[in-house]
């Protein structure tokens, strides 16, 4: 699981208010992502980071924000959720070698917007 | 928009039989990634071939390339039922720091 951590694995929230999850890593991995999982629609990518303080946008990144103010810390916030929010949420860190190129998962966080 | 898109959805096949999924995609590519997901859990990586290799083996996988076509193939062989899972391509675009996923094969082995 190359040492990622996902914070919390459940939650349930009401439309309107702010959410924050938090993915941690313990191996100083520069690339880091986060994902949204839904039915029909595979892994969908919404913000990833490649550095601490650089971030930049994935495909479905309305409604999110992200911060990465340590190597090992990514945050993704939902400033006002909504229903279209719900989903499986899922971190991962980017292994980049000469011989490799791989992602490694999170467990993942179950959120539900009510 | 999906870079890569799976073929079939959902593939139902005795234990022991072969499994073939494919898998095309859009633009040209550094490499192509597959990964494995079981349920409720994250996606693990398989295997990764480079734009520049044809095919590739790693224990009972297969995955050959076609960039002409912009299609690859994951072959299980010999299939158990721990294979049960919902498998992924994923793409490396050129130029870009991030992978683009498709929507996943569901694979079922039935004992």
């Known amino acids: 699981d190359a040492g990622i951590t996902q914070s919390p694995r459940h939650k349930v929230t009401e439309t309107g208010t702010p959410v924050t999850l938090r993915c941690h890593q313990t191996e100083n991995h520069r690339y880091m992502y986060w994902y949204r999982q839904d039915p029909g629609h595979g892994l969908r990518l919404i913000h990833y980071s490649y550095g601490v303080k650089d971030t930049d946008k994935g495909e479905v990144s309305d409604g999110y924000s992200v911060s990465r103010s340590k190597t090992e810390d990514f945050l993704l916030t939902l400033e006002s959720a909504t229903s279209s929010q719900t989903s499986v949420y899922f971190c991962?860190?980017?292994?980049?070698?000469?011989?490799?190129?791989?992602?490694?998962f999170g467990p993942g966080t179950r959120l539900t917007v009510l | 928009s999906q870079q890569g898109e799976e073929d079939p959805q959902a593939l139902s096949i005795q234990e022991g039989e072969n499994a073939t999924m494919n898998c095309s995609y859009k633009?040209?590519?550094?490499?192509l990634q597959w990964y494995r997901q079981n349920s409720g859990r994250g996606l693990v990586h398989l295997i990764l071939i480079r734009s520049n290799e044809r095919e590739k083996h790693s224990g009972r996988l297969r995955v050959t390339l076609d960039t002409s076509k912009k299609s690859s193939s994951l072959l299980i062989t010999a299939s158990r039922a721990a294979d049960t899972a919902s498998y992924f391509c994923?793409?490396?675009?050129?130029?870009?720091?991030?992978?683009?996923f498709g929507q996943g094969t569901r694979l079922t082995i039935n004992p």
């Open positions: 633009t040209s590519i550094n490499n």
């Open positions: 991962a860190i980017r292994e980049l070698a000469a011989s490799t190129d791989t992602q490694y």
């Open positions: 994923a793409t490396d675009a050129k130029g870009a720091q991030k992978l683009v």
